[in-house]
């Protein structure tokens, strides 16, 4: 297959009739193969029989049921590995993305891009869904250095080889731009439709904030320090250490110059908490060291990848940013 459209459904019986007609209709005018890989994620309302039927009304179609639900991240990976096609394509099973937008994200590829990630502008959705995503974006984008207006935004365009290797969990899909850029691709956004909710309800809330937040610290430190933990927990407990001195260096002022005992201050008991903090720090950054070298070496996994080899006028090149588009 040339492309492989993949979506998670999760209690969306209402809006999958019209979303495969809609997406069907945008994939037979196109010149490439296509598939529809669906994933029902436990759906407790009549989903899974509703995309049965469609499977067998259309033979790009096929179905993975999962026996519960796992979310949308594990949803994705599975459709990932299932899949075919040399691009793949996500989108949300809601019907809020609108599949026209996919000819404009191949002819984006076609640019020479490695990602093409959608940014729904205007986007239909409440304030209280707005905020919290602005403010996440934005704070995603300037502690990874990859500027999206829109990590949340399904609908992306990939080819296959900057996503062969990545392995999700907890809500990373939407950081999968980040760890194709890491690899060496490159990552572009295209303004795509968004439309209003018509049917069911939002599976995401509040709730899920604290769960974005964890993973984007893991990623962070991933992206970071992966490779040399001891610099990121070591500049921790050193920076704990320079409070505790200078927590100590005023009580000795105080007691020297202000004739103010010790035992009247608590700067010592802080100076020798925040101390051991950092120490504590630096003992967890070598035994993550230590964790990383068995990693690295017991797997025989370089901490690169080549991109091509050059020897007398003949170029060998490793497919990594090669693609069809």
């Known amino acids: 297959m040339d492309i492989s459209v993949v979506i998670p459904v999760y209690n969306e019986v209402e809006t999958l009739p019209e979303l495969h007609q809609t997406l069907s209709d945008t994939l037979d005018r196109l010149p490439q193969s296509a598939e529809i890989v669906f994933v029902d994620d436990g759906s407790t309302d009549g989903s899974g029989a509703v995309l049965d039927d469609l499977a067998h009304l259309d033979a790009r179609v096929q179905i993975l049921h999962f026996r519960r639900n796992y979310g949308q991240t594990a949803a994705l990976m599975a459709a990932f590995q299932r899949s075919t096609g040399s691009v793949v394509i996500p989108m949300d099973g809601d019907g809020q993305n609108d599949p026209a937008d996919i000819p404009r994200l191949l002819d984006k590829l076609c640019e020479g891009f490695d990602v093409v990630s959608g940014w729904r502008m205007p986007r239909d959705d409440k304030f209280s869904r707005r905020l919290p995503s602005v403010v996440a974006n934005r704070l995603i984008s300037s502690l990874l250095g990859v500027r999206l207006h829109d990590y949340g935004c399904t609908l992306k365009a990939y080819r296959r080889e900057v996503i062969e290797d ?15 850029a890491r690899e060496g691709a490159s990552v572009t956004e ?125 170029t060998e090149r490793v497919p990594v940013l090669a693609g069809r588009w």
């Open 190 to 314: 295209l303004r795509v439709t968004h439309h209003p909710r018509r049917h069911g309800k939002s599976k995401y809330g509040f709730g899920r904030i604290s769960r974005v937040f964890l993973d984007l610290l893991t990623l962070y430190f991933i992206d970071r320090s992966l490779d040399r933990p001891i610099q990121f927990f070591g500049k921790i407990g050193l920076f704990f250490w320079g409070i505790a001195f200078l927590a100590f260096g005023w009580a000795a002022v105080l007691k020297f110059g202000y004739d103010v005992s010790l035992i009247q201050t608590p700067l010592p008991l802080l100076a020798a908490t925040i101390g051991l903090s950092g120490v504590l720090f630096i003992l967890l950054g070598i035994i993550a060291e230590v964790q990383t070298r068995i990693y690295f070496e017991g797997r025989g996994k370089p901490p690169y990848k080549v991109k091509s080899i050059v020897k007398h006028s003949t």
């Open 166 to 180: 990545v392995r999700l969990y907890g809500e990373m899909h939407r950081f999968i731009p980040i760890y194709a």
